[in-house]
């Protein structure tokens, strides 16, 4: 029964390049949650889905962000025009149903150079 | 948003000690998570606890629900070396419809030897 799988573990992108990171959940699981880590942080919010509703982007920056959890298919977190201050780990989770019992993946780890 | 106030910061210790990490919030949470976070790594999902008062067991592991509804505790007893990594306390907010689950800011273990 595989966990949550992130691809790539680790992305380098240029500034004004795009990012897309990829998560599946674990199997059964619906909802879909992403954050973000600075280093030497904790786990800050940024969107919550569940297949083919985005539920709560409160924590998600306006502009050159956004996500996607298709019908068919990993959920996708895109970031596009990097800067350097998109450079963190991003962590995705999955529940089998709302909030209850998060899963993490083993994170993206974004490098813009 | 809300503030999730997680002490100590760090902790140094020798194997065999025994540990407490605790976690405060300025309003009330109906779920209090914990979790592992180990270098390069996503963070693992350690107890789970529901009701305010309860007092739940995981190996080593026991962790508290306050009774305040305001505060956690998680106690390791008898460290190991494989106990080394961060520690985050998780808390979800009763707000049915707009819930978000809160990371604390972590404790770090190491052991010394």
């Known amino acids: 029964n595989a966990g949550v799988m992130q691809n790539p573990r680790h992305l380098v992108r240029r500034r004004g390049q795009e990012a897309r990171l990829r998560c599946s959940p674990m199997?059964?699981?619906?909802?879909v949650y992403w954050y973000r880590q600075l280093p030497e942080e904790g786990l800050k919010f940024m969107v919550y889905?569940?297949?083919?509703?985005?539920?709560?982007e409160s924590g998600m920056p306006k502009e050159r962000f956004s996500a996607e959890f298709p019908k068919e298919g990993p959920s996708i977190l895109r970031i596009q025009q990097v800067v350097r201050g998109d450079s963190a780990a991003y962590f995705c989770?999955?529940?089998?149903?709302?909030?209850?019992?998060?899963?993490f993946g083993s994170g993206t780890q974004l490098s813009v150079l | 948003g809300q503030q999730l106030n997680q002490s100590p910061q760090s902790m140094f210790i020798q194997e065999g000690e025994d540990v407490s990490m605790n976690c405060t919030s300025s309003?009330?949470?109906?779920?209090w998570l914990w979790y592992k976070q180990d270098p390069g790594e996503g963070p693992v999902l350690l107890i789970a606890?529901?009701?305010?008062?309860e007092l739940t067991s995981n190996g080593r592991l026991t962790a508290q629900f306050g009774i305040t509804r305001k505060d956690s505790f998680l106690n390791i007893s008898a460290s190991i070396p494989s106990d080394v990594g961060i520690y985050f306390c998780a808390g979800l907010e009763p707000n049915f419809g707009n819930e978000k689950l809160t990371f604390g800011t972590g404790t770090r273990l190491t052991i010394i030897p």
């Open positions: 606890l529901y009701k305010a008062g």
């Open positions: 309003s009330i949470f109906n779920t």
């Open positions: 889905l569940q297949k083919e509703n985005i539920i709560d």
């Open positions: 989770a999955s529940s089998p149903r709302r909030y209850e019992k998060l899963f």
């Open positions: 199997k059964g699981h619906s909802h």
